[in-house]
């Protein structure tokens, strides 16, 4: 199956930007550690109101639809939720325009 490449949206929560940013800084490590997404480089962006944008590749769309499965991913997703919100990119005033700017974030992990 050909892989997919899937923009993520998480808008954290009041007082959890920094403990986000951390389970972010896992994520992307995790997937690929469970052999769910490409070697392809993670890009991880900021909105203006705060939202981050993870864009990465899945392998395979059965990847992207077993990965909940994976004990660590559905730990790692759960602690993730607590900590942020899962939004849809039209939530972003940014898609509302053409030619989105946002801005790019170093998660140093």
Same mark, same amino acid.
């Given at each position: 199956?050909?892989?997919?490449?899937?923009?993520?949206?998480?808008?954290?929560?009041?007082?959890?930007?920094?403990?986000?940013?951390?389970?972010?800084?896992?994520?992307?490590?995790?997937?690929?550690?469970?052999?769910?997404?490409?070697?392809?480089?993670?890009?991880?962006?900021?909105?203006?109101? @705060?939202?981050?944008?993870?864009?990465?590749?899945?392998?395979?769309? %059965? #990847? !992207? $639809?077993?990965?909940?499965?994976?004990? &660590?991913?559905?730990?790692?997703?759960?602690?993730?939720? @607590?900590?942020?919100?899962?939004?849809?990119?039209?939530?972003?005033? %940014? #898609? !509302? $325009?053409?030619?989105?700017?946002?801005? &790019?974030?170093?998660?140093?992990?």
């Amino acid at each position: 199956m050909p892989s997919a490449v899937v923009i993520a949206a998480y808008r954290p929560h009041p007082g959890k930007d920094g403990e986000f940013r951390g389970l972010l800084a896992q994520h992307a490590r995790a997937l690929r550690d469970e052999g769910l997404i490409t070697s392809r480089p993670t890009l991880v962006l900021r909105a203006r109101d @705060g939202t981050y944008l993870e864009i990465f590749e899945w392998v395979s769309d %059965e #990847a !992207a $639809r077993s990965a909940h499965a994976r004990a &660590p991913i559905a730990r790692l997703w759960e602690t993730m939720a @607590g900590a942020a919100e899962f939004v849809g990119l039209g939530a972003l005033e %940014e #898609a !509302a $325009r053409p030619f989105s700017h946002f801005e &790019p974030v170093e998660l140093g992990a």
